[in-house]
């Protein structure tokens, strides 16, 4: 069983800042690592993604400038720090990892899912 476990969410107020991380199962200097993000009512959507084979990092329009995503491949894991947090971008915020070619923003492409870790943003 691959387990993703993420931390590091809670209550901020708007532009603000956190830091999520994920303990990742599968090595992330070779498999793609992600972040989702689903607010209430909401699908789940692509945020931000560093691939396994050379780290680099794609992010969604929402959160470009805002958002960064890294690597430390000694402890596994990844992090994504969010600055100039907005209330939209309130969600419960999932790790992934996909082992295959496919699409980085589709979340039908990742094999593996953390529990999520819950952002709200005060206005």
């Known amino acids: 069983q691959v387990q993703l476990i993420e931390s590091g969410g809670g209550l901020v107020q708007a532009g603000g800042s956190l830091r999520l991380s994920c303990a990742a199962g599968?090595?992330?200097?070779?498999?793609?690592t992600g972040w989702f993000r689903q607010a209430p009512g909401k699908e789940r959507d692509f945020v931000a993604i560093?691939?396994?084979?050379?780290?680099?990092?794609y992010y969604a329009d929402s959160v470009k400038g805002r958002f960064t995503i890294s690597r430390d491949n000694a402890k596994n894991t990844v992090s994504l720090l969010m600055n100039s947090l907005k209330p939209e971008d309130t969600a419960v915020y999932y790790c992934?990892?996909?082992?295959?070619?496919?699409?980085?923003?589709?979340?039908?492409?990742?094999?593996?899912w953390g529990q999520g870790t819950q952002v709200t943003v005060s206005s």
């Open positions: 992934a990892q996909k082992t295959g070619s496919g699409t980085y923003y589709s979340a039908h492409e990742y094999d593996y």
């Open positions: 599968r090595t992330v200097s070779y498999y793609g």
């Open positions: 560093v691939s396994g084979t050379d780290g680099t990092t």
